[in-house]
């Protein structure tokens, strides 16, 4: 029987093969979704993929890109956005 904190959804079953061929049952964390834009969904460059305690001891500037709305605007988006703000002053 599995310990009970695998049971949860967020551990992926994994087949291995043991000593004497048995069949053994890993259990690993499954992986984060990729980080995506906010206005289109389109994926994001520069941001990394990994859970909040791993992303935590990256530096800031690890985390995301350097620039307005790094790391929650792709860079199309952001230039719509900027000549956008610059019409409307």
Known sequence: MPAPRFKSGS????????????????H??????KAKCGAC???LNGVPRGRKIE????SKTEKRPERPY?????PKCLKRLM???????
């Open 11 to 26: 551990f992926k079953k994994i087949s291995k093969r043991g000593p004497g061929n048995k069949t053994l049952t890993h």
């Open 28 to 33: 690993r964390r499954s992986k984060v979704s």
């Open 41 to 43: 969904g389109a994926l």
């Open 55 to 58: 992303i935590a001891k990256l």
């Open 70 to 74: 790094g790391g929650f605007l792709c």
């Open 83 to 89: 000549i956008e703000k610059a019409r409307n002053l």
